[in-house]
């Protein structure tokens, strides 16, 4: 549960909501697992603001 809140709350700092970078990066077809993605929102927002990125760019194709 901890994991969703922090990729949630990434999320929603570059500008989507959970359910839509999750899908973006599926899409990307980018395969980090929740833990990973939780560690990258909290330890180097930089990649993870880069991955949020990559799904945007993926749900406006």
């Known amino acids: 549960r901890l994991w969703i809140v922090r990729i949630g709350a990434g999320a929603r700092q570059n500008g989507l ?3 839509q970078f999750m ?3 599926k899409l990307a077809d ?3 697992d ?3 993605l939780a560690d ?3 330890t ?3 990649m993870f603001a880069s ?3 990559k799904a945007c760019a ?3 194709v």
Request: proline content about 4%; hydrophobic content about 50%; cysteine-free.
């Open 17 to 19: 909501s959970y359910n």
């Open 23 to 25: 899908h973006g990066l």
């Open 30 to 32: 980018v395969e980090l």
């Open 34 to 36: 929740r833990k990973v």
């Open 40 to 42: 990258l929102a909290v």
């Open 44 to 46: 180097d927002p930089a």
């Open 51 to 53: 991955l949020a990125d």
């Open 58 to 60: 993926a749900l406006s």
